[in-house]
């Protein structure tokens, strides 16, 4: 029995448990356990998955995704459709795609300026494109409400009025969010500012964006999605893809890099380091750049964060690697999920850095003092309020024990105040807690574990198992809007309301 198969059924009868308790009361349960067994078998008689065997780690060059640069274009289309495309060498998959490949396209556009993109919806069932952590107005932000329908179109227009960073766009159709994503709805939406600029952050080829995700794929290297009812817990795969290639190197010379982040998995978060370089500096957050660097070892990453970091390769010789990694941890949740792949806070490998050049340029300095974050105060607050992070009857996941409405506006907020949010996490798991149509600053946890992110702009933050984090946040564009956990299942699940500001 290899070790797979060995962690496989050891972990499986926990899991059978945990999924019953949710569902006392009903037969479910029990029909539950039969599947697993069935699962179980089928698993130890042929391992599902050809990661094992075929996929060969850091072979596949990283794949950069092509830039939609609002410098050189007016206005930009976007098709949502089913596509073929090769994640791993020349093995092609069913995918979901803009423009028809992957990667989806990064965006990039400087603060002030025009967006213009039109958007048709060629699947079978309605979608929509929310742009994550852009402030606009409700009409254009993507609510689930807002869906087209199939071969319709929607004009997204709008003017960016925010500061520089690393923002992505996704679908987002209520029940299909997890899905949509999975299959490659997804990329990044990088926004520029002069005060950015002027810092001089490594750029061009020093420059690159890193989507992180987890996957799963069948023998014949198809993706796969969920596959049994402890899916709905989460999706976590065994196989980690960059920018759509399954774990890829990328080679680099031995100077700094700027990598902007994106968590862009389905329920994982990781705790990212670099085997072989000590530290590295976060610059960045959700929202833009911190006020002053923070060197760090390691840093955690929940889905749909973006960090902004700077990694100097500057110690190591022609020839040597530097593979970045996620840590094996365990604070974040004890939930089994699908036991056939690694659990919540699983030690993985992600990618591997060759560096294949010296550098002959002399390497940037990072500045001191990167950008003024206007500080919040608790007394700026005219309103608390308290949101819960629940899993009800029938292992549901809420928001304040309500399973999602579309329509029902589940929280009133008056345009132009400010407010103290307490999120608290009842389950014992951790879940990213996101809102639309605002950023905001995180004021204090209850638990010890240290978030250098929580020094910067946010509009996603983990809240760990049975932990309170209190947040500060300001309405400043009036409509409805939802927050959210951003576990993908979760919010597809039920995990998810509505705010009005008015
Ligand atoms: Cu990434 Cu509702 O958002
Ligand atoms: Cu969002
Ligand atoms: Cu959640």
Known sequence: ????????????????????????????????????????????????????NKFEPFTQELKIPKEIDFEHVAKAKFNAQKSLTALYKEKKTDVLTFQGDLPSPTIRIKNGDDFELDFTNSLEKPTIIHWHGLLVPETMDGHPKDAIATQMMKEYRYKVNQRAGTFWYHTHPHGRTGEEIYYGLAGLYIIEDDNEKALNLPSGEFELPLIIQDRRFDKEGNLIYKETPQDNNGVLGDVVMVNSTVHPYKNVKNTKYRLRILNGSSAR??????????DFILIGTDGGLLEEPIIVKDILIAVAERIDIIVDFKDKKVGEGVTLKTLGFKEASNFVTNPAYPNFGAKMDIMKFKITELSTKNSVDIPKKLSVIPRMKESDASKSRTITMEIIEGGVWTLNKKPYDMYRVDERVKLGSTEIWEIKNSAHMAHPFHMHGVHFQVLERTSSIDFPTDKGWKDTVLVMPLESVRIIVKFTIPGLFVHHCHILEHEDHSMMANFLVE
């Open 1 to 52: 029995m290899n070790r797979r198969k060995f962690l496989y059924s050891f972990s499986f009868s926990a899991a059978a448990v945990i999924m019953s308790g949710c569902e006392k009361g009903s037969d479910k349960s029990v029909e539950l356990d039969k599947k697993s067994d069935e699962t179980q078998k089928a698993a130890q008689e042929a391992p599902k998955n050809i990661a094992d």
């Open 269 to 278: 978060t990781y705790k990212l380091a670099f085997e072989g370089i000590e």
